[in-house]
């Protein structure tokens, strides 16, 4: 093995990487020592900014295969062909707590995949809840403000046990059935390898034919899932606040990986204003009785990361990541994160953050996007617009036919007409057992406890 020799950031060979020069060993040190500057100067800036939600996460590598073609209802290449393995990448994540925040508060879970396709990357980035609190992304600044510490005195660091959540829910209705989930034992997860994952939003496949059927995605763990109670979570949030990271790494480590199963429900547009509820409103299920659960393809998670910060602290996921053959629905919630997701990644990351390696696409990426801060391909030539006369990149034919809805209406500022906040929350609360009848009141209780303000209590 050839032993490495350390150097500077330039190359220049370091003798001695412990003492700062000076003159004398007692003296000052001096401003030439381009070696302690560089040192510290990156010291300085090795910390990016966390993300507003989702900020502490644990990731893995593996691969995903479909069972079968689905060439009947998407043309994605991904799902095709079921003797190829496509390599992806997973973060899961709590969303309230900073970087620094306990694994097993009460929480919902991000569950984001990176697929790297032929085609570009593809980003199913979900929870391991299937609804929100919200249906508007208008509202998205409003739930995060009212999650987090409130502005005063920056308490609680990763709880809803204050007045800001409990005001804000208690006027927002169609969060009803969200809390149905988190004050269960299903906001304190026993392991990242037990959890389900959903895409929450509504989505479109788009065939070959020009066919599209609407879809919601379902991961199912291989194991089960498994949940602590109140009690175990809150000891276990002080005595390992990295517990689920760590169980995950351990887990991976041993030659334990982790599985999880892609199902869908599909539901033909046609049968959209069909229903009781709006199926674009991800405050809603589906009920699985009238659009069951279909198995697509498993995902295996069996490598640990080389380094965190490079390939999990800036991985940088997107629901407007996008492969032909799958396109975004109507829902308000999932037009908004497009946006969103991306425009955080350029504040996080830089304008080039595609071009770093845990978010580089293996399909070639060729356009006239130039420059910006970091900017790392060398471009050749002199054409950098299109089109031109001179060569550069050319579009490409459609591949298959569009689908193309037709849409028409007056510009509004309005909710949805099928709003029904209580009828699923009421439902999903009569189906859970009698622990979980007990568990969740008593939850809402003490969360709200440590509210100051009894009318909002």
């Known amino acids: 093995m050839v032993e490495e020799i350390m150097t500077t950031d330039q190359g220049y060979p370091i003798t001695n990487d412990d003492s700062s020069l000076t003159v004398g060993n007692r003296g000052p040190t001096l401003l030439q020592d381009f070696q302690f500057i560089e040192k510290i100067a990156h010291f300085d800036r090795e910390r ?6 989702h900020a502490k996460g644990a990731g893995a590598l593996g691969s995903f295969q479909v069972y079968k073609s689905m060439a009947n209802y998407t043309r994605a290449k991904l799902l095709q062909d079921p003797n190829k393995q496509t390599p992806v990448f997973v973060r899961f994540s709590t969303v309230a707590g900073g970087r620094g925040s306990a694994d097993t508060v009460r929480d919902v879970r991000g569950f984001a995949v990176k697929f790297y396709t032929e085609e570009g990357n593809y980003d199913l980035v979900g929870n391991d809840i299937p609804v929100f609190f919200i249906r508007d992304a208008m509202k998205f600044p409003d739930l995060v403000h009212s999650i987090k510490a409130e502005p005063h005195n920056n308490i609680p660091s990763s709880s809803t046990g204050h007045n800001n959540f409990w005001d804000f829910v208690s006027l927002t209705p169609e969060s009803t059935h969200m809390l149905t989930w988190v004050f269960s034992d299903r906001g304190t997860p026993a392991s990242y390898r037990m959890i389900e994952g959903f895409g929450v939003n509504t989505y479109k496949w788009v065939s ?17 899932v498994q949940n602590f109670d109140r009690q175990t979570a809150t000891r276990i949030a002080g005595e390992d606040p990295d517990y689920l990271t760590r169980d ?17 429900q599909m539901m033909d547009i046609s049968e959209e204003m069909n229903q009781i509820f709006d199926p674009l409103d991800p405050t809603k299920t589906w009920p699985e009785d009238k659009f069951p659960l279909m198995p697509v393809g498993k995902m295996v998670l069996n490598r640990n990361p080389d380094n965190f910060f490079t390939q999990v602290e800036q991985a940088a996921f997107c629901p407007a990541n996008l492969v032909p053959g799958i396109e975004f629905s109507d829902d308000k919630l999932l037009q908004g994160r497009t946006f969103s997701y991306v425009d955080t990644q350029r504040y996080r990351l830089g304008a080039n953050f595609h071009e770093l390696p ?5 399909a070639p990426v060729t ?14 030539g002199s054409v950098n617009f299109g089109s031109s006369s001179q060569g550069g990149p050319k579009t490409v034919p459609q591949e298959g036919k569009p689908y193309k809805p037709y849409i028409q209406g007056n510009i509004v500022r309005e909710k949805i007409n099928k709003t029904d906040d209580f009828t699923q929350a009421g439902e999903r609360y009569r189906s859970l057992n009698r ?9 809402y209780d003490y969360q709200i406890c440590f509210g100051e303000d009894p009318d909002i209590a």
């Open 248 to 264: 995950l790494w351990e887990a991976i480590a041993r030659g334990e990986f982790v599985e999880f199963e892609l199902n869908v």
């Open 358 to 362: 845990t978010n580089k696409p293996i």
């Open 435 to 443: 622990t979980a009848h007990y568990v969740i009141p008593s939850t």
């Open 367 to 380: 356009n006239n996007q130039r420059d910006g801060a970091m900017q790392c391909q060398v471009f050749k």
């Open 208 to 224: 070959q034919d020009g066919g599209a059927v609407y879809v919601k995605y379902h991961w199912k763990p291989k194991l089960g």
């Open 48 to 53: 990016i900014p966390e993300r507003v939600v």
